[in-house]
């Protein structure tokens, strides 16, 4: 059974520095990785996607990713109080087949003024 | 609206009665998959469903939880005679295709409350 970790947080930092969001994963053929924003209350929306070493950016967000280490990081520049959410990593449970997601317990991001 | 519509948002149910919970996926979208989040916990993988298959079904209580996805109309995530422990939120998410690099857009949720 694949396994994904968060650090439960909270992640406190204030506005306008970087947050850093951590996951690390147990399966070493997986592919793919999401990551997933959350407000309390509300669904899952996917903020980024990537599947190769290294980094991809998307405005403020950039998604790391090093598949030697089992990890992928969030980092988050100029954080917003906006940005005050729990963040979801997952990766898929099968590599090559159907996307079920296995989902980590997410990461409380608290940004403060 | 073309995203994944979900409904109801919110369902009161009592102890022994039954919930519907109905999915529609994003427009030519045909993998549906549930999930189920409990107070304070992570999202859970319950059900995938192709139209008119169940290909996965693992992370489905065995008693009293069914799902199906018709030629046509939404998915449908069944639960008979409910217990308090059923409480949570289910979301039900859609994607093109089915390969383990597709993102999956997730619905509003359905929060269940049994008395």
């Known amino acids: 059974q694949k396994e994904v970790e968060q650090n439960s947080g909270p992640l406190s930092v204030p506005e306008g520095a970087i947050a850093s969001l951590n996951c690390t994963y147990s399966d070493r053929g997986s592919q793919s990785f999401f990551w997933y924003r959350q407000y309390s209350g509300k669904s899952p929306e996917l903020i980024m996607s990537i599947y190769s070493n290294g980094d991809k950016e998307d405005g403020r967000f950039t998604a790391q990713l090093n598949k030697a280490s089992q990890y992928v990081s969030l980092l988050i520049r100029d954080s917003q109080p906006s940005d005050s959410a729990t963040y979801l990593c997952?990766?898929?449970?099968?590599?090559?087949?159907?996307?079920?997601?296995?989902f980590g317990a997410g990461t409380r991001l608290a940004v403060h003024p | 609206n073309a995203g994944v519509m979900q409904n109801p948002r919110h369902l009161v149910r009592r102890r022994g009665q039954e919930a519907r919970l109905r999915c529609s996926p994003m427009k030519g979208h045909s993998h549906v998959y549930w999930y189920r989040q409990l107070p304070e916990e992570g999202l859970k993988f319950m059900v995938y469903l192709q139209k008119e298959n169940i290909i996965d079904e693992s992370g489905m209580p065995k008693e009293r939880f069914s799902a199906e996805f018709p030629k046509e109309g939404p998915s449908i995530l069944r639960i008979q005679q409910v217990v308090r422990g059923d409480s949570a939120a289910y979301f039900c998410?859609?994607?093109?295709?089915?390969?383990?690099?597709?993102?999956?857009?997730f619905g509003d949720g359905t929060r269940l409350s049994i008395l």
């Open positions: 997952a990766v898929p449970a099968f590599s090559g087949g159907y996307n079920k997601l296995i």
């Open positions: 998410a859609s994607s093109p295709r089915a390969g383990d690099n597709q993102p999956q857009h």
